[in-house]
């Protein structure tokens, strides 16, 4: 049977977060995820406040806004809408309503999910936390105060790598909370991609065509200045040339391509850079290993996930450590790259020149 949950919580105190102002886009990250457990799991209510400022530094008059499913936002597991746009305080007095309401289904459901809920015991969300404590569902999510307050105030049962949300993403969240839940349900789970259809070798060769273009165009252009300018001028194009000819495009492949592949967005993009980076003058090598980034990133946020690494220490270790290691492995296997595109080339001439 579909296990049901719900969702509580806010934009967060911090502005250390990707995304964090996106409600959709974590709504949507969150289904897609839920969605690759086991028997499958739905978002069935939410109630989430929107801050335009960080909620550590907000006033109560700075503008916010309540998004919700399934109580004043509509029926249950229908789409995330906007309830009220107004000042903060306004906004909070009304998802306390909604929190009072959602905390009488909280012992129907199969688990909770808490992002940087305001668990406090007179806080927006105690009323729903307490409920999930009372009936001993898993609860997941980020936020460290938060959920810290949740099990000391309500004594919530957390599972997976609740902890702090900086440097996360709402694909790195999701995926996170999403194995936790499938932990604690014993329900296996495989991340979804958010590139699902986009896998195939030609979407990051597509994406990156513009910047084949506009590198092509400006190593042209500076060996033309280079040409036309003063030699004291010239002595210094012709070097910034040959170094972006040959050094630019792999690190853009390989930005581009761990995006497409992972669908982790910009916890992806700095990883896929280092790697291409790390790939000598070869494209082909940069286009591989930032695959097998891209292939290798969701399962391992997975697995950090399952082994209770915090969700900040789990975005570190996808962006940086893990390209780390692929890059290093880039670096020595550049030179093979290199030797097998001269071998392909000088195959291609051959031909080329005996059917001439």
């Not at 780390?324 to 492995?329: D, K, N, R």
Request: hydrophobic content about 50%.
């Amino acid at each position: 049977m579909t296990r049901r949950v719900a969702w509580v919580g806010s934009s967060g105190g911090g502005a250390a977060t990707l995304g964090h102002t996106d409600p959709n886009a974590l709504c949507l990250a969150l289904r897609r995820q839920l969605s690759a457990i086991g028997v499958g799991a739905c978002l069935v209510a939410a109630q989430v406040v929107v801050c335009e400022a960080p909620l550590d530094m907000a006033g109560a008059e700075d503008r916010a806004a309540l998004w919700a499913i399934g109580e004043e936002g509509g029926a249950a597991g229908g789409e995330l809408v906007c309830v009220l746009r107004s000042s903060l305080s306004e906004v909070n007095a009304r998802a306390a309503k909604l929190d009072l309401s959602l905390s009488e289904k909280v012992p129907s459901l199969d688990g909770l999910i808490s992002i940087s809920a305001d668990a406090k015991s007179d806080g927006v969300n105690a009323r729903s936390l307490a409920a999930a404590g009372r009936a001993g569902l898993p609860v997941a999510g980020t936020g460290g105060s938060s959920l810290s307050a949740a099990a000391a105030e309500w004594g919530v049962r957390l599972v997976g790598n609740a902890g702090g949300s900086v440097a996360t993403t709402p694909t790195s969240k999701a995926i996170g909370i999403a194995a936790a839940l499938a932990s604690a349900w014993g329900e296996s789970f495989q991340p979804a991609s958010a590139a699902e259809g986009g896998r195939g070798w030609y979407s990051p060769i597509d994406g990156s065509l513009p910047v084949f273009l506009a590198n092509t165009c400006a190593v042209a252009l500076l060996d033309r200045l280079a040409a036309l300018a003063p030699e004291t001028v010239g002595s210094q194009l012709r070097p910034l040339a040959s170094v972006l000819g040959r050094r630019g495009l792999p690190a853009a492949v390989g930005a581009i391509t761990a995006q497409h592949r992972s669908g982790l967005g910009e916890l992806s993009v700095l990883g896929g850079a280092l790697i291409g980076s790390l790939s000598g003058e070869s494209v082909l090598c940069a286009l591989v290993a930032a695959s097998i980034l891209g292939t290798l990133s969701p399962r391992c946020l997975a697995a950090c996930a399952r082994a209770s690494v915090p969700a900040t220490a789990s975005s570190i270790v996808v962006g940086g450590a893990l390209p780390a290691l692929i890059g290093a492995a880039a670096y020595l296997a550049a030179p093979l790259f290199a030797n097998f595109l001269a071998a392909l080339r000088a195959c291609l001439a051959l031909a080329l020149g005996g059917d001439g």
